[in-house]
Nanobody, 127 residues
Framework: QVHLVESGGGLVQAGGSLRLSCAAS????????LGWFRQVPGKERDILGC????????YYSDSGKGRFTISRDNDANTVYLQMNDLKPEDTAVYYC????????????????????WGQGTQVTVSS
């Protein structure tokens, strides 16, 4: 079992940057694919991207491509989401999640495949 805790959210002006962190404890961190998602009220939780166990493979959805970068530090049991050039439409609750990865290069884009979720951190971008 993996326990995930996000941090780094807050209020930022449009055009600014934030780096979210997600610290993990419990099971072996390097056994999991890590994903970042976001959700706004009344809408489904959308994947922004994910990173493989070895950090050698990343995937970004259309929502996450270009301005967002996912990285991980397996020694620190932490995954990061760097967000640049933030826009008001990026306002959401951001979640990290973990899914078992069968191979070091595995990725996972299906939200239902993620077994463990953080509590979320609010990001608000003002215009």
């Amino acid at each position: 079992q993996v326990h995930l805790v996000e941090s780094g959210g807050g209020l930022v002006q449009a055009g600014g940057s934030l780096r979210l962190s997600c610290a993990a404890s419990g099971d072996t961190f390097s056994s999991y694919v890590l994903g970042w998602f976001r959700q706004v009220p009344g809408k489904e939780r959308d994947i922004l991207g994910c990173i493989s166990r070895s950090a050698g493979t990343t995937y970004y959805s259309d929502s996450g491509k270009g301005r967002f970068t996912i990285s991980r530090d397996n020694d620190a049991n932490t995954v990061y989401l760097q967000m640049n050039d933030l826009k008001p439409e990026d306002t959401a609750v951001y979640y990290c999640a973990a899914a078992r990865g069968p191979h070091e290069a595995s990725i996972e884009v299906r939200a239902f495949a993620y077994n463990y979720w953080g509590q979320g951190t609010q990001v608000t971008v003002s215009s």
